[in-house]
Every structure is written in C-alpha cells, then in structure tokens.
Nanobody
Framework: QVQFVESGGGLVQSGGSLRLTCQIS?????MAWYRQDPGKKPEVVAS???????YYVDFVKGRFIISRDNAKNTVYLQMNNLKPEDTAVYYC???????WGQGTQVTVAS
C-alpha cells in the first residue's frame, strides 16, 4: 500500500501563495493533487506523470504549478494568486486514487 503525506497548507490572505508538498512512499507514474470541499468527494486540480507531463483544471490554470522530484518521491503544488474559493483540504494521491492520506488544509481569507 502506497502512503502519501501532505504538508504545507495554512492560512493565507487572498492573492498570497502556498507550496504544498507530498511525500510518497514509492514511485508512482501518475500523481495528482486533489481538493475536497465539505460534504463532497475529492476532485483533481492538477496531475503530473513521472515524465513531467502535467494537467490542470481550468480554474487553477495560470495560478498553480505542479512539479515533482522523482529521486525524492515528492510531488509539489505551488499555489499562487490564491482566492477564497481555493479554500479546501488538499490531498495528493495516485490516479485513480487509492487510500487517502491526512491531507492539508488550505484557507484563503478575503
């Protein structure tokens, strides 16, 4: 069972930035960052292959950057120009998702 440990969330003002980090217990080809709003299922916001091919949902394009360090089994999400609607719990996981880690809370104040 692959394990995911997310970190880097916090409280930030609108327009601010955060960098999320995901430590993976072993290498995974396709990884993603997901967000979960209260009462809803997690949804993908960005994904990246071990070859560096990335994907973003429309509402984060131009603001978020996903990257990874394969040697360190780490995936990052640089979140810029944050908006209050970005507030959520963020998880990293493979695609398709398996068991979830603890996630990291991102709260953007207006």
């Amino acid at each position: 069972q692959v394990q995911f440990v997310e970190s880097g969330g916090g409280l930030v003002q609108s327009g601010g930035s955060l960098r999320l980090t995901c430590q993976i217990s072993r290498g995974i080809f396709l990884m993603a960052w997901y967000r979960q709003d209260p009462g809803k299922k997690p949804e993908v916001v960005a994904s990246i292959t071990s070859l560096g091919n990335d994907y973003y949902v429309d509402f984060v394009k131009g603001r978020f950057i996903i990257s990874r360090d394969n040697a360190k089994n780490t995936v990052y999400l640089q979140m810029n120009n944050l908006k209050p609607e970005d507030t959520a719990v963020y998880y990293c996981n493979r695609v398709p998702a398996q068991a979830w880690g603890q996630g990291t809370q991102v709260t953007v104040a207006s």
